[in-house]
């Protein structure tokens, strides 16, 4: 088993792609990378990665899906202590993966042609993310 953990700085909300930073850590070797995210706030999704109008959809999809605690939809959340953005970031990330199970074959990870990992920023101000990956 081989084991790091990588260091994310985002943006604030958005998808951020760390596909060659996992690429470029993986061994010559044979087996499964799992990626876990250490925060509530946060996830990791295999999305496509030629095209920025999916990232923009998905944003806008995921921000109608749950609106920031200051709207009239979000009224009953009770959890508002770190700003209208965080209660929703909580629950996008309980709704969204954060961890990943890659397959790697020689050292070269099994993602198809338009695919790539990112960490999905939930929060509104700029995050500094840990992710840890394990090669076994």
């Known amino acids: 088993m081989t084991r790091t953990e990588f260091e994310v700085r985002t943006d ?5 792609e760390i596909t060659d930073r996992v690429a470029g850590w993986l061994p010559d070797a ?16 295999i999305q ?9 959809d998905l944003l806008a999809w995921i921000d109608r899906l749950v609106p920031r605690a200051d709207t009239a939809d979000m009224a009953y959340l009770r959890h508002r202590s770190e ?11 309980a709704h969204l993966p954060v961890s990943l199970s890659i397959p790697a074959v020689d050292g070269r990870l099994l993602l198809g042609t338009w695919q790539g990992i990112y960490l999905w920023e939930h929060r509104d101000a ?11």
């Open 48 to 56: 496509e990665n030629a095209d920025p109008d999916v990232r923009r």
């Open 83 to 93: 700003g209208p953005d965080d209660m929703p970031a909580h629950i996008k990330a």
């Open 12 to 16: 604030g909300p958005g998808l951020t």
């Open 126 to 136: 700029p995050q500094t993310r840990r992710i840890v990956a394990v090669l076994s």
């Open 30 to 45: 044979s087996g499964v990378v799992t990626l876990f995210v250490r925060h509530t706030s946060c996830s990791l999704v």
